[in-house]
């Protein structure tokens, strides 16, 4: 459950230098973090310290994803992208030269080792909204949820609003974002819907009652 000894250094450094913690605090919890029984996100114990709160959080995330190389996307993520280039022809967001020049744009990121969905490439571009993204999404079996804890975002395949899902890394319930504008994911989860991608995606932790959020 823990990200990479690297995330959460950077995680702890970002923190420190946007002013969010001391230098005091950022060795208090990583202390927490070395002696918990159960691993623990750094994100998590500082918010629950109440050292950070969740806006912090996620800014910090978004920081973290700017200034860090991530997994250019697989083969299946990159037949969704296509399949969301040809909806958003479809619904005449956006014509078939601009979802051609987006992948490229996409493509070369990738090779940079840098990971963006199409759909964040339109919307940097300016091409499209992040409303019309939500819709093409919509029309995928795919909705934008995050989580309230360490404040990771995912696609998730075939949500249904009287589903509980729970975040992949932390455990913590997933909801809709705190910024609605952002279209920004960190991960996918597939909760097996019938008519759902077939994606290499991870499956979704077991529903049911969730743990309250301070």
Sequence with gaps: ????IQEELLFGRIAVKKGFITEEQLKECIEIQKRSAEPQLLGIILRDKGYINREQLREIVEYQKK????????PEEQKSDIAFGFIAVKLKYTTLDRVYECVREQTKAAKLGLYFRLGEVFVKKGYLTSEQVKDILAQQNRTILECVGCGTR????????DRAVKCTKCGRRLEAPSDPHSIAVDKAINLGAAGGDDEDEEEAPGSGSDESIE
């Design 67 to 74: 200034h860090m190389r991530r997994p250019a996307t697989d």
């Design 154 to 161: 995912f696609n998730v395949i075939g949500y249904t609003p």
């Design 1 to 4: 459950m823990y990200q990479n």
